[in-house]
């Protein structure tokens, strides 16, 4: 394993879940852009370190990458180890900022033969994967998606995963400007709020989304609205789905992450366990009338879920996630964002139309 | 908790269908004390709520009974009944599934002290009503929006962003100004409950509303930072908590006020509008 991106995810997340696989995987390089936090997290591990991708990437004890950077270099690092010769890669979501760079991401993986994992978890969790084995027809009678999250900010978590090295302090508040400038910057805030939210933690569910939503690209975002201190309220249909996304990262100790897919005789809910720590897999329940089908929960979570997909791949065996539906994941989570962020542009026009 | 020994049951009557949905033998039959099945001249009547069900009211209250029970009401203007109600000194009670609960009667502290507590301090209601598939829209908003009332919450701006036989989604907002979510969802896997969640800054309440088609207690959670805390527990439904108020309007001459905040219901249902979209 070399992993680029040396920051709390690397830290807090997957090395402690690769703590758990040792019979199957081995860290053997680390990256980080400060070399300080790339060697002190090496050291962890017994691996080498370094602040370039390139050396990373000639390694030639590294046979599988994890690119675990800000987004926007996800897609030239899973291109460049792709070309690298690797055995497989896994990226954080998301996977690429924009479709072109998504069909380039899939084509030279195609070409190089390189499977390419996207870190979207829940995809990857025991609990979820049971419910896929049992939930049967299901998918053919949804009409109504909900997606909710409210978690408590993630440090609080990554610090019962391990000790963060190099944490990034909260940005400071902005000082105040003329009441236009306010307005202006209001509107650009909800925007990056909510794009943020989309990209950086409904896309966690998106996946999950796009099973029950066959006119994914029929997306059209009805409501968008942030949550104080952070989080949205975003309604949604794709096709003839409803779907309704809620989310709150606010000062609470109580995590609840619920996913419920819900058709005329049938339903799937599932909670899933928080991310950082190791609290196994979501449980999900079926309902139908008068019967409830509880599956879970089971001892690993989506990320160790991940890895272990990864491990199989590198070793040659089990089938690799199918680049369409991973552009189509892409795809799906960009329209909504776009969407939404023009949600905040129509509602300001409209209260400027109001005032006129 | 000892009943009192009283001169004798009001005899009650009830119309099929209010029978039907309102369970009204089986309750009645909860409280043999207070009631009892009457014959040709009821003291009290159940009607059910359905379409000209003020009229049929109104026309209870002309006939000289000493109370009616509406079982679900739909949403129609109650003016002229309560006007006629008092008059004649009548008791008129409403039987809603989730807001007749009685955890959320007034007497009740505890569920309202957690959410008053918790909307003092609010980024987010999430709230959602469950109804079995060909639940007409509309008549499940009437008893959703009934029971987020019932919790003591107060929405402004309300409009709807989708709906359709499936459901809809309602959005509206807290006196804060944070943002309020209602979803009505349709699906026989789940039962008839209603959910209204209050997040803080710093946690949460939650109120879960049963079905009233049985004794199913209403659930209240409060989580703050101090830690987490679950109300006592009422196995008493909607239906039967409704003909206990009954009784005790009809005994004390107090009029409840179902009347006057079902005319606060039905005139926010009455500003709501469809979303551009």
Redo the contacts between chains.
Sequence with gaps: MGILGAGPVTQAIHLPSLARLRDILEVRHIMDVDPAVAESVAARVGARFSSSMEELLADPAVEIVAICSPHQFHATQVIAACRAGKKAVLCEKPFAMNGEEAAAIAAVSAETGVPIVVGAMHTFDPGWLAAESAWGTLPDQV??I?S?I?LPPNPRFEDFATEIVGRTPPPAAAAAGTPADDAAADIAAAKATLTGGIMGLAIHDLPLVRRFAPDFRAV?V??A?T???F?Y?I?L?AG?V?I?L?A?M?????PSWTFEA??????LSIDFTPSYVQAGSATARI???GSTTVLGPYGHNGYEGEWRKLAELARGTGAAPDPDTLIHDLEFALAIADAAAACVDAGAAAYEEARA | MTTPLRTRPLGVQAAPVAEQTGAVGAVVASLPVSFAPAGSRPDVVALAGTAGWTDAATDAVSRGVRGVVVIDPVAEDPSALAAAAAEAGTAVVLDQAWAGNPVLEDSVGAARTAVAEALADAVLLDSVAWGRPGTDPEVLLTRHLAAVLACGVELAGLRVIQRNANGYTVIGSLPGGAPAALQGITSSSVPATATVSVLTFTGRADITLPDSSAGWPAEIRSVTSAGATAFPTIYESAHRHSWRRLRAAVDSGTPAADLERFAALTALLGQLHDSPH
């Excluded at chain 1, 606010?250 to 109580?254: A, H, R, S, Y």
């Design positions: 009409h109504t909900r909710s409210v059209e009805l409501h609205q949550v104080q201190p989080g309220v309604s249909r003839a409803a309704e809620r709150a606010n000062g609470t100790w109580e819900i058709g005329d005789d049938a339903t309902r139908t009338a």
